[in-house]
């Protein structure tokens, strides 16, 4: 138990399905994240948000549209989503986002679009 | 554009045996180094990190990592594994440029099976 809590933990969606995953972290951290790990490739960061504000955006196409309504509480939200959208999507949490704190991560939600 | 090499997909190992995975990235500039394990059906957590100072960093479970900057590479080393030693490492780095440990760049992964 790392103190960050992904809900689902698997998701099966159609591609005209709207759908929400949540990240809750119990740590009292300043920073939050959203990873994308697909099959035999690096994960991937998506978004980044601290103190509430996202601070990192890398190109995520707009289908995927993350919340942080407040320190504790991540959501990615899922619409239109495209087969090659499948893959297990990751929360982190860090204290901030100095480079000498650990990002502890969730234990993800494996997302499956059909 | 960084990024993390990790040469072996798949290691199949006997308890015991010695383990070294292999790590290069490419960046020239400041680096931050990390090793993470995911245990099957566990959540990925920090084995070890390097920052600055010793090059060769001890982390949890006997592992540890030397970090050699003319060879950019962190590579990931235990004498001897054990069984529980199953699991998916990944190498990542985090090229120290205002980003967080969350700003960081994976490698694939390397899986390890230890048979018992």
């Known amino acids: 138990e790392t103190g960050v809590t992904q809900t689902p933990r698997h998701l099966v969606m159609g591609m005209t399905n709207k759908k929400s995953l949540k990240c809750e972290q119990h740590l009292g951290h300043n ?11 690096p994960l991937e960061l998506m978004f980044v948000y601290s103190l509430e504000e996202r601070v990192e955006n890398n190109s995520v196409p707009s289908r995927f549209s993350p919340e942080c309504p407040n320190s504790s509480h991540l959501f990615l939200h899922l619409h239109t989503l495209q087969p090659e959208d499948s893959a297990l999507y990751l929360c982190a949490s860090s204290q901030d986002l100095g480079l000498g704190t650990e990002a502890f991560f969730g234990q993800g939600t494996r997302l499956t679009v059909v | 554009a960084q990024s993390v090499s990790q040469h072996n997909h ?15 990235y490419s960046y020239g500039g400041t680096v931050n180094l990390f090793w993470y394990v995911q245990y099957p059906g566990q959540h990925l957590q920090l084995l070890l990190k390097y920052f600055s100072g010793d090059p060769l960093v001890k982390g949890i ?12 590479s962190f590579n990931l080393r235990k004498p001897s594994v054990q069984w529980s030693d199953t699991a998916e490492y990944f190498c990542a780095v985090n090229a120290g440029y205002g980003g967080s440990q969350g ?14």
Request: with cysteine; proline share 2%.
């Open chain 1, 31 to 41: 920073a939050m994240y959203w990873y994308k790990q697909s099959a035999k490739k």
């Open chain 2, 10 to 24: 798949h290691v199949i190992l006997s308890e015991a045996a010695s383990l070294e995975l292999g790590c290069n």
């Open chain 2, 61 to 72: 479970k006997g592992f540890e990592a030397e970090f050699i900057k003319s060879k950019f």
């Open chain 2, 103 to 116: 700003n960081l760049i994976f490698g694939k992964g390397t899986k390890l099976s230890v048979k018992p």
